[in-house]
């Protein structure tokens, strides 16, 4: 049987052909590329481009291969952050996070450390006279000649070496879970302590005492009791890096240096009390690397410091990031 059409429904169905036709042969065409803007906002996150994304970056110093975050207008003040044992730049993405809006931020991985070079100990000395030499040529290199210095840890012995060689170039001083006292030492530094005096004897124990797994996890952790706030992968990364062929060396050879720190203490001290800078000290109030009493040993140096205690641990910003962005930010724009 045969089907019989009107002239207008005839019409309708060769109408829709030829939009069915030229609707193929237009898919049939590759799309345009996106702007080169719009392939890096995609990339910032699917929520939409971020204003200043961080940057990961290398530069040449000394020989090395110096790995470093940088984030935030370059004309803003800058913000130079310096990590600790065992992390690195990692460390401070959730400052990047919260503060470049308003700051440049840079954070520079030591050598032995994240992704700088890990030189030969037997061919480089790992001292912090040399880690804070090597940072300073990194500013020098950056073009950075005023800005405010945040050491947490390790960076403490780093930035109060390079405060005292070029005070001019330092804005403020923030300190988080970092020494300048003898008596913040607490007591698991007593294996530490017979480390420095008897290397051989004690270097097992050492290892033991600052490399283990259980010791990377309590300087997270210490004695919060709400271990549920705490990502596991921040120790497991950690102690996956301390167990890379050669860190134990690198490691050691730092830390049995660490004994010039406290030779270094009252200099630092005498320093803050002299000149009496702009002093932000944020501490955890559950670290077990320092004793709880270090805070208030900055005040007694610089009594117009600004010190707050948090609920954290030594790794302060694992669990109070937005709290310190907001001390940072308040302390920063504050009057001098």
Known sequence: MRLFLSPAWTQRLRLSSMVLTLSLMLASFP??????????EKAQGKDGPVAHPTFYRTTQIDGLSIFYREAGPKDAPTLLLFHGL?????????LFAR????YHLVAPDYPGFGHSDWPDPKKFAYTFDHIAEIMNHFTEALGLSRYTLYMQDYGGPVGFRMTLVHPERIEALIVQDAVAHNEGLGANWKTRRAFWADRAAYQSALRTNLLSLPTTRTRHVGNDPNVERYDPDLWTDEFSFLNQPGQADIQSDLFYDYRTNVDSYPKWQAWMREKQPRLLVI?????????????????????????????????????AADEIAALVRGFLGSPR
Do not use: C, I, N
Not at 31 to 40: E, N
Not at 86 to 94: A, C, G, N, V
Not at 283 to 301: A, H, N, V
């Open 99 to 102: 503060l470049s809006d308003r």
């Open 283 to 319: 501490w955890g109030k559950y670290d077990l690397s320092f004793d709880p009493s270090e805070p208030e040993s900055y005040r007694r140096d610089v009594p117009k410091a600004e010190v707050h205690v948090l609920e954290a641990g030594h790794f302060a910003l694992d669990t």
């Open 31 to 40: 799309s345009p590329a996106p702007a080169p803007g719009k392939v890096q």
């Open 86 to 94: 065992p992390s690195s730049s990692r460390m401070f993405e959730p």
